[in-house]
C-alpha cells in the first residue's frame, strides 16, 4: 500500500544532513507557513511570500521530512508495529525504506518458501523430487545468506540496542544461526544427519511480512493455552482415576488385551477419549458382563461429553476476551499513530488543524499511488467542520477515511443511455426483464431442475462407461439456456454492473467452466470430467433464494482470510511434526511389517491364488507412513481426523518402541488446541455477525461504508493553482479533465461517492459503541500526566517529543 | 412446595357457596376491613368492630378465598402455568387442588414409569424379567385405566373448552386412546403384535409435573430445529454434489468398494462426515493416485471442520437467544402473577398495600409448612418502607424472598462457647490448627502423595493376584491420616459447620467409603474391590487448590440438575428408537451372520483348534444387538458415541434392507441435534457463569443469598395477640418461645439471618440488570390501556378484574 515511497528522499536527506538524528531536527525553526501562499483555501494567516530561496528550500525540505516520519507513524499503527521499531535517525530510515516494500516482503517469503521446499528434496525425499545432497546444501546455504543480509537489513534499521530487544528477530537469528552450522556440516560430510532443527525452518516463515495473520493466531493459541492447560489437566486426572480402576476391575479377565498392564489401561483410556477405539474396548468385558458397560458410559460422559465440552467452553470464552482486548489495543494504537502524525503536520501558526497542503504531502508518502483527486476527495471527508483546516478529532477517522475508493457518482443510470431510442428501448426492456422476480425465480427453477437431472442421470449410469464420446444433449439445454441468462444480465446491466456482484461472478466462471467443458468434450479431450463434476456446482445459486444462507455465505466470505491464516498456521505445525516423524519413523512401516502387533490386519499384504483367480487382500495402511513430506502431511491428516489413528500409532509403535506413542499423542493435543482455537472462532465469527445482525436490522441491506462528498469547480481550479506551483503536471492535467467534464455537463460541482467494504474492524467499532468512548477516556487520562496531547496551543514540532514518545510507546505495547 | 393446600377448605367453599364461580364472587360488598382488630400494627383506620357474627364469618370465609386464589396465582407464577389454566369455580378448584399436591404427582411419575419399565418384561424381554403376556397386559391396562383417572381430574378441572384447547394433554388423550386398544388387542390375541406406538409412552413421562425441565429442554430443541434444519440442508447438498464427484472420480477403480454406486457414494460420504470410516474409504483410491487424497482432504474441510462447526456456531447462537426470551417471559410471567394476587390482597380501605393479616393469610395456603416467625420475617424483608403496607412495588420481590431460610443469628462463635475453661482452650486450639493454612496444605501434601503411592503401587502389580487377603499397610497409614483430620475437623469446627462445606461432606464420605473398604477387606468380603478403587476419589480434594478449578466444579454442581433433565431427555429419545429397533431387528444379529457383508470380521465366532489349544476368535459385534431393551440402549450408546458406528449399521443391514440404514441415519442426526444442544448448553452455562464472574469479581466469595431482618420483642408480642385472637395455639407457643429466648438473654430484639442458594435466576437478574428495567416498562406500556395496575385507588375487588384478567393472559401466553 504505502511502501513504494520514493528511495530519492532518502538519499536527498543522507546528502544534506546525513548525520542529524530524525526525531532531533530542529523543527521550531521551520518557516511555519512557507509563505502560505501554497494554500489553496482562503487563508487568513499572514503570508510571509519573499524570503530568501535557501531558507525556503530548506523549509520544504524539512517539511518534506516532516510528511514522511508521519507517513511512517500511520504505517505503524496500521500494522501494529510498536513505536520503539520506529527509525531514530536517517541511516535508519533508510535501512527502513530498504526493508519496507512489497520487493522487500517478497524476497523474504520466498527464501522462507524455498527453505521449506527443500524437505520436498533432503534425505527422505519425495521420489520425483530427489536432489543430490551437494545441491540442496548449496540451495539452503544461499537461502540462509539471503536470511542473514535480511537479518543485518533489520540491525541497521532498528538499531542493536532494539535488535537484541526484540524477542522474535533474536529467536530467529539463533535459529538461523544452528541451521547454518547443520547446513555446513552436510555439505562437508556429504551426508545428511538427523536434522531434528529443520523444524524450526518454520520460524522463517513465521517472520515474513506477509504472515502477520498467521503470528497473530500463534500467539492466540499461545495466550489460550494456560486455561486450556488447566482442564486438560483435569481430563488427564480422570483419566488416571479411571485406569487404575479399570486395571482393577478388567485385568482379571484374561481374554481383554486392552486393562491387562497399568500402562495398557492408559494408553486405551488415552485412545478411548478420542472414541477411536470405542466399542471394540468394551466388548471382551461387555461379553463377560455386560454391567461393564456402565464403566465405559461413566467414563465417556463425564471426559468425552464433559470435560471436552469444558474445554471448548473455556477456549470460546478465553477466545472472546482476547479478541476484544485485541481490538481495544489496537484501536489505542492506531490513535496514538495519528496523535504522533498529527503533531508532525500542525504548524505553530495554526496550531488547531492540518491545512490542505500538508495533507497532501502527507498522502505523498502514505499513498504514493493516490491521485491528486482522491486526496482532495479524502481531505474534505475528513474534514467535518466549516474551518480549512482538519483537526486532531476529525483526523481520528483517517484510517477510516483513507481506505475509500472515490468515484464520480453516474449521471447516466444505465449503460444504454445515451444509445439511440430504439436500442435504449430494447435494452431497457431486457434491463426490466432481467431483474425481475420472475426472471429470477424462472432461473432458480431451472438450477433445480438441472440438479435433479443431473442426479437421475449420474444414478442412471451405474458402472456404465458414462464417459462416452457423445455430448448428452441435456448439458447443450441447460448449458444454451445459462449462456442465453449470461448474455441477458450482461447486456441488460451493462457488464461492469454485472460483474460488480459477486453472485454474478460466480455464474459467470461456472458458466464459462462448463462451456470449456463442452469444448473439452467436443474436442475429445482427456481432463474433460473435471471440468464436468463441476457442473452441480450451479446448484450452488439455490441459497441465495434463503436470508440464513445469504447470511452464512456472506460471513464466510468475510471469514475466509483469517480462515486461511488459521488452517496456514496449522500447516506450520504439521510441517514440525511431519519433519520430527521423518526423522525417527521414515520406512518403519511397509506391507506386512506388523504381524505381531494387533492391528496386523491393516497392514497386510496378501496376493493368493484361488482357483484361477488371484485374489489380493489389502491392508493399504503401510500407506499412512513417513516416507516423505507428502506422505507425512497425509498421514498427520489422518490423525488429525483421529478416527482410526491408533492403527497408525500401533503400526509404527510395533515396528519401534512404545515411546512413539509419546508423539502420537502430543499430537494428537496439539491439533485438539489448533482445532478448538478454529471451532471457537468460527462460533465467536458467527455469533459475533448474527448478533450484529440482530442489533441492526434495519439497516442490514447496506453493503459496504459509502461517504457522499461534493466538489465545486471553484475548489478544483484552487487545487490546480496550488499543484501548478508545485509543477506537478500530471496531476494538474488530472484535475483539469475533471474541470472540463463539468464544463461539458454545464455543472457547477460534482458528486462524488466513496466506497469500501466492511471489515471485521467496522462491525466490531459498531458493537463496542459505548465501550470504545470509556477505552478513549481512559487511554488519554493515562497519556496526560506525559504529554498534554489534546492542547494544540503547545509547541507542535518541539524537541521534547522523542523522549516523550518512547515514555508512550511503552504503555502500548 | 406449595402443594399442601388444605383439603377441608375446598369442602368448606363446596358447603357454603358451593356453584358461585371463584372469579364472579361479588367483592364489592366484603367487609373490606373486618373491623381491624386483627391488625397487630398500630392501624389508624376506624375500628367498626362489633359487627354481627354472621356478617363477619362470610367475610373471613370470603377473605380466605381471596387467600387461596392468591396463593394458586403465585403458584401459577411460580410453575409457569398460563393463567387460561386457572381454576374458574368451585368444582374447577376442588379438582385442581386435588390433582396438585405430591400424592397425585408420585402417582403420575410412577404410572408412566411402570407404563415405560414394562417394555423390559414385553416380547423380545429381557431373560430374567419376562413374564407372560396375560401378566403385562394387565398391567399396562391397569396403568393406562389410572391415566385415564388422571386426565379425567384435570378435564375437570380445566374444562372442557380449556380441555380441548390444551395441545398436550389432547395428544396425551390420543396416544391413550391408541394404547388402549392395542392393549385390548393383545389381552385378546393372546400374542403381541408390532407395536412401534409403544415409542409413544414416553409422552406419559414427558407429561409428568416433576418432568417440567425435559419439556423445557424438548421445547428448546424444537425451537433450535428451523436454523439446524437450514444448516443441515447445506449439509446434505455438499454431500450430495461430492457424491456425484466421487462417483465419476473413483468408480472407474473396480478395486474401490466404496464409490461403486452413486448409492455407496452417498453412504459411504454420509459416514465418512462422521469421520468412522475415514483412512479406510480413501485407501483403494489413494493407493492408486496418491493425489485423490485431495479430494478427501477438501470434502472433510469444508463439511467437518465448517459446516459442522456452523451448525453449532447457529444452535448456540439460537439457544442464547431463547434463553434470554424465555427468561424475559417468565419474569413478567411472575409479575403477572404477583399483580393478580395482590390485587386480591388489598382493601378498598387502604389501597396502597397489604397487611401483616392478609399476608400471613396467603402464605398460610402459600407454604403451609412455614412457621409463623417465618411467615412475619418475609412479611419484614418484603417491606422496604417505614409504613406497615407492603406495596405493590415491594410485593414484587416475593418470589425472591419466600425461598429464604431464616434463622437466628447465633450469639455464640463456636460450638464450644460454654464449655469449661480448660475445654474451651484444647477446642479452640483444634479450632486455629484446623483453620490453618499450614494444615490445609499438609493434608494436600498427603493426599498428593497418596496419589502417587496408588499410581506406583498399581503399577508394581502387574498381572499378579493383587486381590491378596493382607491388608496392605500403606492402605491403613493413609486411612488413618484421613481419620484424624476428619476427627480434628470435626471437633474443631463442630459437626455442624463442619458438614455445611459442601468439600467437607466429599471428604467425609470417601472416607467413610475407605473405611466400609478396609471393614469389608478385613472380613474377606468379595464385593470389595468396589470401594477399594474409589481411594484415587481422595485426590479430588486437589482441585480445591485453583480456583479455575473451583470455579468450574461450582459451576459443575450447579448445573447438574439441567444436565440430569438433558440426560433424561436423551434418554427418552433412546426409547423411542429402542422401541423401533427392537420391532424391526431384533435377533437379526448374531455369531457369523454377516458373512456375506463387508464387516464379516467383527461378526465372526471361530472356535479352532491349533494343535492342543483351542483358539477363539471373536469379533463381539454380534453383542451389539437389539434383542431387548437394555441391549438396544447399550447399542444406541455406542452409535451415539459414532466411531464405528457403520459396523453395527453394515451388519443390520446385510442381515435385512437397505432401507435399514434409513434408521441408523436419522438416529445419527437426532443424537446429532440433542449432542448440539447439550454442547451449546454447556458453552452457554460456562461462558455466562465466567462473563458473571468477571463481571463481579469483587463480590466473589459470596456463597449464596443472604439477608439480615431484626426483630424486636413488642413486634414478637403483637404477632402472638395476632396469632391468640385466631386461636392458633402452635404458632402461638413458637413465638412465646422466642420471647422467652429474648427474655434469658436480657435482649431488646433478635436478629435473624434469611440464606438461600443462589440460582441462575439470580445470576441473570444481575447480568440483565439494565435489560430487565426496560422489559417492566415495555410490559407495563402493554398492559396499561387494558387496566391502570399502578393506581391503587381503583377498586381492588372490583367484579370487572376475570375479564380484563383473561386479555391479559393472552398477551402473556
Redesign the interface.
Known amino acids: 500500500m504505502d511502501d513504494d515511497v520514493p528511495l530519492i528522499l532518502t538519499l536527498d536527506d543522507s546528502g544534506s544532513s546525513a548525520s542529524a538524528p530524525l526525531d532531533d531536527l530542529d523543527r521550531e525553526e521551520l518557516p511555519n507557513e512557507n509563505g502560505g501562499s501554497y494554500d489553496v483555501i482562503n487563508d487568513t494567516s499572514s503570508p510571509a511570500a519573499g524570503d530568501c530561496c535557501a531558507q525556503q528550500s530548506s523549509a520544504r525540505h524539512n517539511w518534506e521530512m516532516n510528511y514522511q516520519e508521519a507517513a511512517i507513524y500511520l504505517q505503524e499503527g496500521e500494522n501494529n508495529d510498536k513505536f520503539f521499531t520506529h527509525p531514530k535517525n536517517a541511516k535508519a530510515l533508510a535501512a527502513y525504506l530498504f526493508a519496507h516494500n512489497h520487493l522487500f516482503y517478497l524476497m523474504e517469503l520466498s527464501t522462507a518458501l524455498l527453505l521449506l521446499l527443500l524437505s520436498l528434496c533432503e534425505a527422505p525425499a519425495v521420489p520425483m523430487l530427489r536432489l543430490g545432497i551437494f545441491v540442496h546444501a548449496t540451495l539452503e546455504l544461499f537461502a540462509l545468506i539471503v536470511v542473514v543480509f535480511e537479518l543485518s537489513m533489520k540491525m541497521r534499521w532498528l538499531g542493536f540496542q532494539t535488535f537484541i530487544r526484540h524477542k522474535r528477530t533474536m529467536v530467529k537469528t539463533c535459529v538461523l544461526f544452528v541451521q547454518f552450522i547443520e547446513a555446513i556440516v552436510v555439505l562437508v560430510r556429504q551426508t545428511s544427519h538427523v536434522r531434528i532443527t529443520r523444524a524450526l525452518r518454520c520460524i522463517f516463515l513465521v517472520d515474513c511480512r506477509y504472515c502477520g495473520a498467521v503470528r497473530r493466531n500463534l500467539r492466540q493459541i499461545f495466550q489460550s493455552l494456560p ?1 486450556f492447560i ?2 486438560l489437566l ?1 481430563l488427564l ?1 480422570f483419566m ?2 479411571f485406569a ?2 479399570g ?3 478388567f ?1 482379571p479377565n484374561h ?1 481383554d488385551p486392552y486393562f ?3 500402562e495398557n489401561s492408559l494408553v486405551n483410556l488415552f485412545v478411548l477419549l478420542t ?6 474396548v468394551m ?2 468385558s ?2 463377560r458382563n ?1 454391567w461393564s ?1 456402565v464403566f465405559f ?1 461413566v467414563y ?1 460422559s463425564i471426559e ?3 470435560i471436552m ?2 474445554l ?3 477456549v ?2 478465553t477466545f ?2 482476547i479478541e476484544k482486548r485485541k481490538f481495544k489495543s489496537l484501536l489505542l494504537h492506531k490513535r496514538t499513530a495519528i496523535q504522533h502524525a498529527y503533531h508532525l503536520l500542525i504548524t505553530k501558526q495554526r496550531p488547531s488543524g492540518i491545512s490542505f497542503k500538508h495533507f497532501e504531502g502527507l498522502l505523498r508518502f502514505y499513498k504514493p499511488r493516490m491521485c491528486a483527486r482522491e486526496r482532495y476527495l479524502t481531505f474534505k471527508a475528513l474534514n467535518q467542520s466549516n474551518t480549512p483546516l482538519v483537526s486532531l478529532k476529525d483526523f481520528y477517522n483517517f484510517y477510516e477515511v483513507v481506505g475509500l475508493k472515490w468515484k464520480a457518482k453516474r449521471n447516466r443510470e444505465h449503460w444504454f443511455d445515451d444509445l439511440p431510442r430504439t436500442a435504449f428501448l430494447i435494452f431497457k426492456g431486457i434491463n426490466i426483464l432481467v431483474k425481475s422476480r420472475m426472471f429470477q425465480y424462472a432461473m432458480y427453477t431451472v438450477v433445480a431442475v438441472n440438479g435433479i437431472w ?2 437421475v442421470e ?2 442412471m ?3 456404465g462407461n ?1 464417459f462416452s464420446r457423445n455430448v448428452p444433449w441435456s448439458y447443450i439445454v441447460f448449458l444454451t439456456i445459462y449462456g442465453v441468462e449470461l448474455l441477458l444480465k450482461t447486456t441488460g446491466l451493462g457488464p461492469i454492473e454485472y460483474l460488480s456482484s459477486g453472485w454474478n461472478l460466480f455464474d459467470f466462471s461456472v458458466t464459462l467452466f462448463a462451456f470449456l467443458g463442452l469444448m473439452a468434450l467436443a474436442f475429445n479431450m482427456e481432463p474433460f ?1 473435471f471440468i ?2 463441476l457442473r ?2 450451479q ?1 450452488l445459486r439455490l ?1 441465495k433464494l ?1 436470508k ?2 445469504r447470511n ?1 455465505l456472506d460471513t ?1 466470505f468475510e471469514l475466509f482470510p483469517r ?1 486461511a491464516s488459521l488452517g496456514l498456521t496449522l500447516l506450520i505445525f504439521y510441517y514440525c511434526f511431519a519433519i520430527v516423524g521423518m526423522e525417527f519413523f521414515a520406512g518403519v512401516v511397509y506391507p506386512n511389517c506388523c504381524n505381531t502387533s494387533t492391528v496386523a ?1 491393516s497392514y497386510r499384504w496378501v496376493n493368493h491364488t484361488v482357483g484361477n483367480k488371484t485374489v ?1 487382500e ?1 491392508g ?2 503401510y ?2 507412513n513417513f516416507d516423505n513430506i ?2 507425512s502431511f ?1 498421514t498427520l ?2 490423525l488429525t ?4 489413528w491408533y ?2 500409532m500401533e503400526g509404527v509403535t510395533s515396528q519401534t518402541t512404545h515411546w512413539s506413542r509419546l508423539y502420537f499423542m502430543i499430537f494428537y493435543i496439539v491439533t485438539m488446541v489448533v ?1 478448538t482455537i ?2 471457537a472462532f ?2 465467536d ?3 459475533f455477525r ?2 450484529y445482525t ?1 442489533k441492526n436490522q434495519d439497516s442490514e441491506e447496506d453493503n459496504g461504508i459509502v461517504l457522499e462528498k461534493e466538489i465545486s469547480k471553484e475548489e478544483v481550479v484552487g487545487i490546480i493553482e496550488l499543484y501548478k506551483r508545485s509543477s506537478a503536471a500530471a496531476e494538474t492535467a488530472q484535475l483539469q479533465k475533471i474541470v472540463l467534464q463539468m464544463d461539458k455537463y454545464g455543472q457547477m460541482s460534482t458528486l462524488f461517492l466513496g466506497r469500501r467494504s466492511r471489515t471485521k474492524s467496522d462491525l466490531s467499532m459498531k458493537m463496542y459503541e459505548e465501550e470504545i468512548q470509556e477505552w478513549y477516556e481512559e487511554h488519554s487520562r493515562k497519556e496526560e500526566p506525559q504529554m498534554p496531547l489534546q492542547e494544540p496551543a503547545s509547541a507542535p514540532n518541539s524537541s521534547l517529543k522523542p523522549l516523550s514518545l518512547r515514555q508512550r510507546s511503552q504503555t502500548v505495547i
Chains 1, 2 share one sequence.
Open positions: 486455561p488447566d482442564i483435569l486426572f488416571v482415576i487404575i480402576l486395571f482393577y476391575l485385568s481374554s491387562n498392564t497399568l472414541t477411536s477405539n470405542f466399542p471394540d466388548m471382551p461387555y461379553a455386560p458397560c458410559i465417556l468425552l461429553y464433559f465440552n469444558l471448548l467452553a473455556v470460546f470464552d472472546n476476551d443431473i442426479l449420474t444414478f449410469l451405474q458402472g458414462f470430467y464436468v463434476v452441480p456446482l446448484l441459497f434463503k440464513r444462507y452464512v464466510m480462515m490386519d489380493v489389502e493399504y495402511y500407506l499412512n507428502l506422505n497425509v491428516f489422518e481426523v483421529v478416527n482410526d492403527i497408525i482445532m478454529i471451532v468460527i462460533l465469527a458467527f455469533v448474527m448478533n440482530r
